[in-house]
């Protein structure tokens, strides 16, 4: 019963309306007086169906939220909403709907008064009034239309639905329900093809975005007065905070305007062929580029499995990767170091996991990101300005049953030390190292059938003093015992590295910097 009752929760003033004549109550003998009857409840329900319905209106195009006139001089301030500019020199603080702070710099929104120019001119309006439901369908009492909107009104079969709704309020309220539900229905129909015709003079080439000559999707108004899609826009100011039209200086809070509430309203209302085509067109893009091969490679540092990796991302390619990335469903992409001769990055390195993301105002991200995978590199691309790679992903090979009793034992040996040198530094060095990779982990129960090995090898990656190409290294070889034994090797450097430092001396050789330099005593090949 609850599902036929919404049309009366959502118009009340309907069955008010019908139910305020007496004679409603009354049998009525006469066929002349039943028939007076009928076409009074007809009256009254299309009264109130059209008068509730243009109060309760959810599309109001183009019309100012303060004097719910047709815009005259719009201004879009940077949530997005749009208002008249003589309303807002009254308003000038805060959005009047969302309580934003507005600037003092407004522009009138181009787009918004050529399209309301339009409409004017065709229609000859002299002032900024809009028309109601009423005066757009032109109800009159005998319920013929004006000649500009004629062949608009109810059929037949739901006026004679309507006409017996006095006998059915009495009999049952699921039949007037039904029944009143079908004209409303109809109304509505009725009252979006007026509306379309209304404003008939906006076509699908008045709404393209001029960056992507397409229908704009998610309309954005820079300072200036210029409309975009925020996906155009974005890409535009990640290179130079200029309007790409005007080219007015903007700033960096146009990153974050919010979508332009009247146009959106319009595109989804008026254009809905072309709106749904550029939706389609978006997700079929995203689609192609979850579904492509190559996975997108940031090119900066060395990342490891199972280690937390934060990134700063600024610069113009990587903002558009990470949007990218974070609109993927894996919300992963390749970390890899720069190479120093010959390619641009290195063949080997670590698939990124997305956890957290901050987007900063001036369209730059904080990402914290753990690693998942080791990778080598098959092929190398480019895509829209980054860098993409064909990967094939490495693990370490099984360990034969007979070398397991030299591995564990090696493994808790190399644990051991790890453990020790780790709890012999300082609090603020330890500390600080916590807080960018967190804490050592623990041994996993099963550590000799993890793709990468023990989580905490890969975690003393980032703080041993290794050059970037001796941990390019450690990421190629698939046998952990010779990670393990490099490692042991590495310790055993530190800890006669840290003697001499209370010595003050070097026993190694007469220079410091050579004897202290720990990555030439350890060598791994790549070749496993």
Request: with cysteine.
């Amino acid at each position: 019963m609850q599902h036929h009752n919404d049309i009366l929760q959502r118009y009340p003033e309907v069955l008010v309306s019908l139910r305020r004549p007496k004679c409603c109550r009354r049998v009525l003998r006469s066929k002349k007086g039943r028939l007076k009857k009928e076409k009074l409840c007809v009256k009254r329900l299309q009264s109130a169906l059209f008068n509730a319905m243009d109060a309760s209106r959810k599309v109001e195009l183009f019309t100012c939220p303060l004097c719910r006139n047709v815009l005259k001089g719009p201004v879009t301030v940077e949530c997005g909403h749009t208002f008249c500019y003589g309303c807002l020199a009254e308003n000038c603080d805060v959005c009047v709907i969302c309580d934003t702070e507005i600037t003092a710099n407004r522009c009138v929104n181009v787009l918004v008064q050529d399209l309301v120019d339009k409409w004017r001119d065709r229609n000859k309006i002299a002032d900024n009034s809009i028309p109601n439901t009423t005066d757009i369908l032109g109800i009159q009492p005998r319920y013929h239309l004006r000649s500009g909107f004629a062949g608009l009104q109810i059929s037949d079969e739901n006026t004679k639905s309507i006409r017996t709704m006095p006998n059915v309020v009495e009999k049952s309220t699921r039949k007037f329900t039904i029944a009143i539900r079908n004209a409303f229905k109809e109304a509505e129909t009725i009252k979006d093809t007026a509306i379309k015709n209304c404003w008939n003079t906006i076509t699908a080439t008045d709404l393209e975005c001029i960056l992507c000559s397409r229908c704009i999707f998610d309309p954005i108004t820079t300072a200036c007065g210029h409309t975009f899609c925020k996906g155009c826009l974005t890409r535009v100011l990640d290179h130079g905070l200029s309007c790409p039209l005007c080219m007015a200086s903007l700033s960096l809070k146009d990153y974050s305007r919010g979508t332009t509430v009247v146009l959106d309203q319009a595109i989804r209302f008026l254009l809905p062929k072309e709106y749904n085509e550029r939706l389609l067109i978006d997700l079929k893009e995203a689609q192609m580029l979850n579904r492509n091969s190559d996975i997108p490679v940031f090119i900066c540092t060395n990342a490891f499995p199972g280690v937390a990796c934060p990134l700063y991302v600024y610069e113009p390619r990587y903002r558009l990767l990470v949007r990218r990335c974070l609109l993927s469903p894996t919300r992963r992409f390749a970390m890899a170091a720069k190479e120093d001769s010959g390619e641009k990055f290195v063949s080997y390195g670590t698939v990124l996991e997305v956890k957290d993301a901050v987007s900063l105002e001036d369209g730059s991200f904080i990402l914290t990101t753990v690693g998942v995978r080791r990778f080598r590199v098959l092929s190398r691309g480019e895509q829209d300005g980054y860098d993409t790679a064909k990967i094939q992903v490495i693990k370490d090979t099984v360990v034969s049953s007979d070398k397991l009793p030299e591995l564990i034992t090696l493994h808790h040996k190399v644990y051991t030390k790890a453990s020790k040198w780790i709890t012999s530094l300082t609090p603020k060095v330890l500390a600080e190292v916590e807080r960018l990779i967190g804490k050592m982990p623990r041994v996993e129960k099963n550590w000799l059938s993890l793709p990468d090995g023990p989580s905490w090898t890969w975690w003393l990656m980032p703080i041993l003093p290794l050059s970037s190409q001796l941990q390019v290294v450690f990421l190629s070889t698939t046998n952990l015992e010779k990670r393990l034994r490099a490692i042991d090797k590495m310790l055993e450097r530190m800890e006669i590295r840290m003697k001499s430092l209370e010595r003050n001396t070097c026993p190694l050789s007469e220079d410091a910097s050579d004897s202290c330099d720990s990555e030439r005593t350890i060598e791994i090949p790549l070749n496993n």
